[in-house]
């Protein structure tokens, strides 16, 4: 018989290489040794704002850089809304929805809101999303504010006015404001420096600081406040905890009702100043 050559037996498959890191895995590690404490929901957010894995790498090492996560994504979530913010724009912070809760319960029937010192626009968004049709005003001193919140008021119908606190409001507003919201600025001058690098460099000084006791911009809100509020109308500032009972005694000189209102879970101190 004719030999028959052997078959040989079909090769091993050859190992399967090790898989290259995903991509949220790369951005993971670029965050967590650059110390973000949430380098796992930080890469989720930073992947579902990027539109390509390079734009996610280049947001991954600016945030790496210092940059705060909110001007990396370009947004910031205030009480449910997407709220846009910018470099030189002062990031919504989560206590100051507090201040939003008071306004609402204070008075759900309001149709006249202003919002002071309005940064993003993101205090005067949530109230126009919380009552419904409003007539919507929002001023800031800062040019990069006020174009901020022209983007950020704009579904509600509001108007941003720049300039110097009421300067910057329509003479037709006096007496009429049902809701005055005031974020205004409360650090005093020699504590800017102890703040979180990321506010130290990033956000607007105009934004941060109160003055030497932090209280100079409150003071003068207060002063101001009752000639725009419609009778039962209310003012409301963020302030801290050891500010508190100066701001309330401001409120009281300038003729208002005033009270304090404090959340414990949010570390948020609010005073409401009425007019009767």
């Not at 947004?75 to 809760?101: Q, S």
């Not at 609402?104 to 009552?131: E, H, I, K, Q, T």
């Not at 008021?153 to 006015?161: D, E, L, M, T, Y």
């Not at 956000?203 to 039962?232: F, I, K, Q």
Request: proline content about 9%; hydrophobic content about 45%; some cysteine.
């Amino acid at each position: 018989m004719p030999s028959v050559s052997a078959v040989p037996p079909n090769p091993p498959n050859p190992p399967n290489p090790p898989s290259p890191p995903s991509s949220r895995d790369a951005l993971v590690a670029v965050l967590r040794a650059a110390g973000c404490v949430f380098a796992e929901d930080e890469a989720d957010l930073i992947l579902a704002t990027s539109r390509t894995p390079a734009e996610a790498a280049a947001m991954a090492e600016r945030r790496a850089a210092g940059l705060p996560l909110e001007l990396v994504v370009g947004w910031a979530e205030f009480r449910g809304l997407r709220i846009h913010v910018a470099p030189g724009v002062f990031v919504p912070r989560r206590r100051t929805e507090f201040l939003v809760e008071q306004a609402l319960g204070r008075a759900p029937g309001a149709r006249v809101v202003v919002d002071l010192c309005c940064g993003s626009g993101a205090v005067g968004a949530a109230l126009a999303a919380g009552l419904g049709r409003v007539e919507l005003h929002a001023a800031d001193i800062d040019p990069a504010a006020v174009r901020c919140a022209r983007t950020n008021v704009a579904a509600a119908g509001g108007h941003v006015h720049q300039g110097d606190l009421f300067e910057a409001l329509p003479r037709g507003l006096r007496g009429r404001v049902d809701i005055l919201a005031a974020n205004v600025p409360y650090v005093p001058s020699d504590e800017i420096g102890l703040l979180p690098q990321e506010a130290r460099d990033h956000e607007p000084l105009v934004a941060l600081d109160g003055g030497t006791d932090g209280l100079d911009v409150l003071r003068r809100v207060a002063a101001g406040a009752p000639g725009w509020l419609a009778p039962g109308g209310c003012v409301l500032v963020e302030t801290s905890r050891h500010q508190a009972p100066d701001a309330v005694a401001a409120f009281e000189r300038s003729g208002l009702t005033a009270r304090l209102a404090v959340s414990e879970e949010l570390h948020a101190h609010v005073v409401i100043g009425v007019r009767t």
